[in-house]
């Protein structure tokens, strides 16, 4: 019935594994756990070794780094049940019901997206507070925030997918590194017009990155980004190009370009500062887009 998907990189995902095993037994459901390690460190490797001796679970490590997109289809390819959940691995659930949820959600014909949430509170190491910060005011989105908007609020940290819709469409693997494979699947969902069902079952991300890592991911992202627009792959319901569009047309963006060169140290002093406006996060992206281009 169901196979429950999750590609690991430097995470212990033992306990996590352990959990929606013990759910997924609880429904009295046909399932699989697969987990393949896309080259993370040996002592993660280590650490996650007792998957392959757990029932239902079927645990593979790479001999080298596929990437996000390219690992998701090798899962998708391995699976064996007609209906696949996708599960980021430095996540945990926030109570028992979470398979059962996506079980009572099974559609043929939709999708399904459980939404982001994060600890109430602040990590205790200051260099992670910014990644909590942000997740807490820009990807925590309710349910009915998520709605107005089904396509542009999706991500791929935790998704049910009837195994025929994900066949046809797949991630892209030209997308290497961080970034916008979520965009451009949910942007191929609305154009085929597979829609996209929005319920209250969050996963909570645990695996926060410290400042300097999330701010090269989110340029690793942002080229990403750029690539897609070259390629005419994207439209204006993704707000960064939208704004980069509304830049160039009123002749502005080579200013915000000059601004972002002469302050950027000063910019990420203040996303470092205590509960930071986000705006200035905002700027930091647009003038880095406009750089990749300058």
Same mark, same amino acid.
């Given at each position: 019935?169901?196979? $429950?998907? $999750?590609?690991i990189?430097?995470?212990?995902?033992?306990d996590?594994?352990?959990?929606?095993?013990?759910?997924?037994?609880?429904?009295?459901?046909?399932?699989?756990?697969?987990?393949?390690?896309?080259?993370?460190?040996?002592?993660?490797?280590?650490?996650?070794e007792?998957l *392959?001796?757990?029932?239902?679970?079927? =645990?593979? +490590?790479?001999?080298?780094?596929?990437?996000?997109?390219? $690992?998701?289809?090798?899962?998708?390819?391995?699976?064996?049940?007609?209906y696949?959940?996708?599960?980021?691995?430095?996540?945990?659930?926030?109570?028992?019901?979470?398979?059962?949820? =996506?079980?009572?959600?099974?559609?043929p014909d939709?999708?399904?997206?459980?939404?982001?949430?994060? +600890?109430?509170?602040?990590?205790?190491?200051?260099? +992670? =507070?910014?990644?909590?910060? =942000? *997740?807490?005011?820009?990807?925590?989105?309710?349910?009915?925030?998520?709605?107005?908007?089904?396509y542009?609020?999706?991500?791929?940290?935790?998704?049910?997918?009837p195994?025929?819709?994900?066949?046809?469409i797949?991630?892209?693997e030209q997308?290497?590194?961080?970034?916008?494979?979520?965009?451009?699947f949910g942007?191929e969902?609305?154009?085929? *017009?597979?829609?996209?069902?929005?319920?209250?079952?969050?996963?909570?991300h645990?695996?926060?990155?410290?400042?300097?890592?999330?701010?090269?991911?989110?340029?690793?992202?942002i080229?990403?980004?750029?690539?897609?627009?070259?390629?005419?792959?994207?439209?204006?319901?993704?707000?960064?190009?939208?704004?980069?569009?509304?830049?160039?047309?009123? *002749?502005?963006?080579?200013?915000?370009?000059?601004?972002?060169?002469?302050?950027k140290?000063?910019?990420l002093?203040?996303?470092?500062e205590?509960e930071?406006?986000?705006?200035w996060f905002?700027?930091?992206?647009l003038?880095y887009?406009?750089?990749?281009?300058?």
């Open positions: 019935m169901l196979s $429950i998907l $999750i590609p990189y430097n995470f212990n995902v033992v996590f594994i352990k959990d929606l095993k013990n759910q997924a037994d609880s429904c009295g459901i046909e399932y699989e756990i697969l987990c393949i390690d896309d080259f993370s460190n040996d002592d993660i490797k280590k650490e996650n007792e *392959g001796n757990m029932e239902y679970v079927f =645990y593979e +490590e790479l001999p080298k780094n596929i990437g996000r997109s390219k $690992i998701r289809n090798k899962l998708a390819q391995k699976s064996q049940f007609p696949l959940l996708f599960l980021d691995c430095d996540s945990k659930t926030v109570d028992k019901q979470f398979v059962k949820r =996506y079980i009572n959600s099974i559609d939709k999708i399904t997206y459980g939404g982001r949430c994060y +600890e109430s509170q602040a990590p205790k190491s200051t260099s +992670e =507070y910014f990644r909590w910060w =942000y *997740g807490m005011n820009r990807e925590t989105i309710s349910v009915a925030q998520r709605k107005k908007q089904p542009h609020s999706f991500m791929t940290n935790n998704f049910l997918i195994k025929t819709i994900f066949n046809a797949k991630l892209d997308l290497v590194g961080y970034g916008h494979e979520d965009t451009l942007l969902l609305k154009k085929r *017009g597979i829609e996209i069902q929005h319920i209250d079952n969050p996963l909570c645990i695996g926060l990155e410290n400042f300097e890592v999330y701010i090269a991911k989110t340029e690793e992202g080229s990403n980004l750029k690539k897609l627009i070259d390629e005419n792959k994207i439209d204006d319901s993704v707000k960064l190009f939208r704004y980069y569009k509304l830049l160039k047309k009123i *002749g502005v963006e080579k200013k915000i370009l000059n601004y972002y060169r002469k302050n140290a000063l910019i002093q203040k996303l470092q205590k930071p406006n986000l705006r905002n700027l930091y992206k003038g887009l406009i750089s990749l281009y300058s």
